[in-house]
């Protein structure tokens, strides 16, 4: 049974800096790691991703604010948050998709939730002016 366990969110004022974490299970083949959020009566948005090799690709959104990143063993998944605006308020979750495809394969198709294969229960991300 794959498990990802987010953990990290909580409350932060606009323009501070968070950075949720992710518990991931080794993988011995490729894979990529996604962050994603639901924002309050919006649909869940794909937001960020890394690959195996260790690549990385973001939204117009978070670009330049968000960085996705894990550890050199590869069992934690970051979201650093900087510069955070109102409108990043949601639930936050990471994802797993097992495969070759790499970041670009993702992106290029819209960051969509439906290709990911696990998912964790998210968590908590609530900005204050």
């Known amino acids: 049974q794959v498990t990802l366990v987010e953990s990290g969110g909580g409350s932060v004022q606009s323009g501070g800096s968070l950075t949720p974490s992710c518990k991931t299970p080794r993988r011995n083949e490729r894979y990529c790691l996604g962050w994603f959020r639901q924002r309050p009566g919006k649909e869940r948005e794909g937001i960020a991703v890394i690959d195996s090799d260790g690549s990385t690709e973001y939204v117009e959104a978070v670009k330049g604010r968000f960085t996705i990143y894990q550890t050199i063993d590869k069992t934690i998944m970051y979201l650093q948050m900087n510069n955070v605006k109102s409108e990043d308020n949601a639930t936050y979750y990471c994802?797993?998709?097992?495969?070759?495809?790499?970041?670009?394969?993702?992106?290029?198709?819209?960051?969509?939730?439906?290709?990911?294969?696990?998912w964790g229960q998210g968590t908590q991300v609530t900005v204050s002016l």
């Open positions: 994802a797993l998709r097992d495969g070759p495809d790499g970041v670009l394969y993702i992106a290029n198709r819209g960051f969509s939730g439906r290709l990911f294969h696990y």
